[in-house]
């Protein structure tokens, strides 16, 4: 059982479904030659999924190329289902610095053959996460730096400024397809930059007013 209490509140959130988003960022749709999206593109991780500040990745035998994509975690903080735009924001209730592992070798092929990617996205500790930090803490979620560097060089330096759909949108669009509960985090999707992690390497993520997340590879 993973729980959440974010920083300034005393509520504790039992984790439920994480909810991701792939291409929201244009230059990471770039970068990996990937058609831009009519609506946006949602998978699932499992809780098992997760692991925390100073934990390790674990990169299955069945992979050689697990990449790195640094996200703005959004925790759900009250239940609902059809969340109309301007109530998004009512039912966060923090936020977080995430990573979502990617096993690349494994999603190329199951994407040539039009299958789902949870073999490559919903792996164990595929989603290390941060503390999260109450939303009344950050001014502006859609105006935050976030970045992530291996082993001390400088990988992803966007801002969440440069989503194409905003945190509104992507909790509207969630919530029309699965009811968000209290406990749910999304992932809002990566900046450009995304590469290869190696046995050894030291991932260390930061969002500006959010906080931190350093993790290794084992």
């Known amino acids: 059982m993973f729980q959440i209490v974010p920083r300034g509140t005393t509520t504790n959130y039992q984790v439920g479904k994480l909810v991701c988003v792939a291409r929201n960022y244009v230059d990471h749709i770039r970068e990996l030659n ?43 903080g009250a239940t609902g289902k059809d969340i109309p735009l301007h109530r998004a924001f009512q039912h966060v209730a923090g936020y977080g610095v995430a990573l979502d592992m990617t096993l690349r070798d494994v999603q190329s092929v199951l994407k040539a053959k039009g299958l789902p990617w949870d073999k490559a996205k919903g792996f164990d500790t595929s989603c290390p996460l941060s503390s999260f930090v109450a939303a009344e803490a950050v001014a502006d979620p859609q105006r935050l730096r976030i970045a992530l560097r291996v082993n001390g060089a400088l990988r992803q330096d966007a801002t969440t400024a440069l989503m194409m759909r ?53």
């Open 166 to 218: 905003g945190i509104p949108e992507l909790i509207a669009a969630a919530s029309a397809i699965f009811t968000l509960e209290a406990g749910d985090i999304l992932l809002t999707g990566t900046p450009a930059g995304v590469a290869a992690v190696n046995s050894g390497d030291v991932l260390e993520a930061e969002i500006e007013q959010v906080g931190r997340l350093r993790v290794t590879v084992a």
């Open 34 to 76: 990937n058609a831009f999206p009519d609506e946006p593109v949602m998978f699932t991780k499992p809780t098992t999924s997760i692991i925390v500040d100073g934990e390790k990745i674990i990169i299955p035998p069945y992979s050689t190329d697990c990449h790195h994509e640094v996200e703005l975690a959004v925790l759900i």
